[in-house]
């Protein structure tokens, strides 16, 4: 009976100090499991020099190189994310005002530090993209919190119209698409080179401020034309876009649809080379 007695005593002891001891290993912080970012091997951070000659953009180069002319802060978050201006929101006002020249190459081992683009006007690949955002993290301490909203869309779909869309003549030819004649895109009729439906969505998306979702069906890349009958060769709004896009048997239809938001925690002026 005694040696029950013991036993249970040590048994009802071992169960209070694993007790006791639980809360403290739960305590414990978790590791931080998410991959890291790759990086640029090189990279240097320059205010622009405002020249009026300057190109402007983000171009790609053999063997991965980044060139970076002009641009603001806001901008190279476009790029980095591959969003639009309309899902990023907050931010000072001076990563919309202060421009700057980038110059970046990543490992010579990486995918990228192997890449060939077809066009220097190439977009930059994922892996570029998410160098770009380990430059902005390192270089500008910027700060995002992402997330997904609910809201207004477009969708792209066949009008029940003949398609106007032909093969390519130049399947090397960067994919482009904007205004068939004046400076303002999409302002007198539409034009495009080598483009799938899918970056169609993509560019109209930027023009019109809301998300674009491809719905036609079609796969490949097509050349197009349509030109807008109408006297002002510079204006804009959303009913040219639309009779641009019924000119090649496509229209935009009213939607919903998921789209992704970036807000800006912080962000710092760019640190020394």
Not at 15 to 31: D, E, K, N, R
């Amino acid at each position: 009976m005694t040696l029950k007695r013991n036993f249970n005593r040590k048994l009802l002891t071992l169960a209070f100090s694993i007790a006791l001891a639980a809360p403290a290993a739960l305590s414990q912080p978790l590791a931080d499991t998410s991959p890291k970012l790759p990086e640029f091997e090189v990279a240097s951070v320059r205010p622009s020099a405002k020249n009026p000659s300057t190109p402007v953009g983000l171009f790609v180069y053999p063997g991965g190189r980044v060139s970076i002319q002009n641009l603001s802060v806001k901008y190279l978050i476009y790029y980095a994310f591959n969003v639009q201006e309309w899902q990023v929101s907050g931010g000072p006002a001076w990563i919309d005002e202060e421009r700057y020249d980038i110059e970046a190459k990543p490992p010579a081992d990486s995918m990228s530090g192997k890449s060939t683009p077809a066009s220097f006007k190439s977009p930059p690949n994922d892996e570029q993209r998410q160098m770009l955002q380990s430059l902005l993290i390192d270089r500008f301490q910027l700060k995002v919190h992402r997330g997904t909203k609910e809201g207004f869309a477009y969708l792209l779909v066949k009008s029940g119209k003949p398609l106007k869309l032909q093969p390519p003549k130049d399947a090397n030819d960067f994919p482009w698409a904007g205004s068939a004649t004046g400076r303002v895109p999409f302002a007198h009729g539409i034009e495009g080179k080598n483009i799938s439906m899918a970056e169609l969505a993509q560019r109209l998306s930027g023009a019109l401020d809301r998300q674009v979702i491809d719905e036609t069906g079609l796969t490949g890349s097509y050349d197009f034309r349509y030109e807008n009958p109408t006297d002002d060769k510079e204006a804009f709004d959303i009913s040219t876009i639309l009779v641009s896009i019924q000119g090649i048997g496509l229209k935009l239809t009213p939607g919903k649809g998921p789209a992704e938001t970036i807000v800006i925690e912080h962000v710092e002026r760019p640190s020394a080379n």
